[in-house]
């Protein structure tokens, strides 16, 4: 099911760090996506134990929600709800030590595949090792998924937290940030080369190539309130797919986490 605007269908899609779901509901997130209506929602950091999705989570809204916990509880995860039934759904990189912390879900449509991932943030020494590892993983993986999407002709977008603000326009305070993990220039150079050897879009850079806008804030220094934040929040499509793309937008109004929901309509079927 996909929005009909005018004479147009509009697949609408919504990338989200809820920072908890049970949290983000009570901020009044599904009385948010009831009117905004999107088709697709993409959530990261779910933290959430598998025995505790009820059905009022599985559910909402007419969704039908697919999860990938991590196993350890109030941690990580990610989730997709979708109005239109997928044809297959496809959870890990197959390396045990990473998904055991619930990062990677696949979801295959006829005309679409989304992966909804959600990197590591690299807080310390230890986590930004497994960080650099993750993202040596995540390659290999897009590298295959890559190649299938040329052979199936099917449009591939990545949603998610990628923890790595791209450019400088990316980050209120890039100066003092060079040092730190998720503007490092070696993460920065990985995410180039992502975009460059798999021909991806940053579909919201390239609705607003000028726009200086964030999705995340930390909770420190009223960060929110100053607005000095950090743009981490991406949809990265196949230059098909992000052709398609007619508006986006990075909600404020209301905060249901730490980070702003990312929202882009395309003008497409799934």
């Not at 908890?20 to 996506?33: H, T, Y």
């Not at 990473?98 to 679409?112: A, H, L």
């Not at 109004?253 to 309509?265: G, N, Q």
């Amino acid at each position: 099911m996909c929005i009909l605007t005018g004479n147009q269908i509009v697949l609408r899609i919504t990338s989200i760090n809820v920072n908890g779901i049970r949290s983000a509901i009570k901020k009044k997130f599904l009385d948010w996506l009831y009117n905004k209506n999107p088709d697709i929602v993409c959530l990261q950091e779910i933290r959430i134990a598998s025995h505790d999705i009820k059905n009022e989570l599985l559910n909402p809204l007419g969704f039908k929600g697919f999860f990938y916990p991590a196993q350890k509880n109030g941690y990580s995860g990610v989730g997709i709800y979708t109005k239109k039934q997928p044809m297959k759904i496809t959870r890990g990189l197959e390396d045990k030590n990473i998904d055991s912390e619930g990062r990677v879900i696949r979801i295959d449509w006829e005309k679409i595949s989304i992966i909804n991932v959600y990197f590591p943030s690299g807080s310390n020494d230890e986590r930004q090792k497994a960080k650099l590892i993750f993202l040596q993983k995540f390659e290999l993986y897009l590298k295959e998924i890559y190649s299938e999407s040329i052979l199936s002709k099917r449009n591939l977008l990545i949603c998610g937290d990628w923890n790595i603000a791209h450019t400088q326009m990316d980050i209120k305070n890039w100066k003092n940030n060079l040092n730190k993990p998720g503007f490092l220039p070696e993460e920065r150079n990985w995410l180039s080369e992502i975009i460059n050897n798999y021909n991806l879009v940053d579909v919201f850079r390239k609705l607003h190539p000028h726009q200086e806008q964030y999705t995340w804030w930390s909770n420190r220094a009223r960060s929110w309130e100053r607005n000095v934040g950090w743009r981490i929040d991406y949809q990265m499509a196949n230059n098909s797919l992000a052709n398609l793309a007619i508006s986006s937008e990075i909600y404020m109004e209301t905060r249901f986490s730490d980070h702003a929901p990312l929202t882009i309509d395309y003008k497409t079927e799934i």
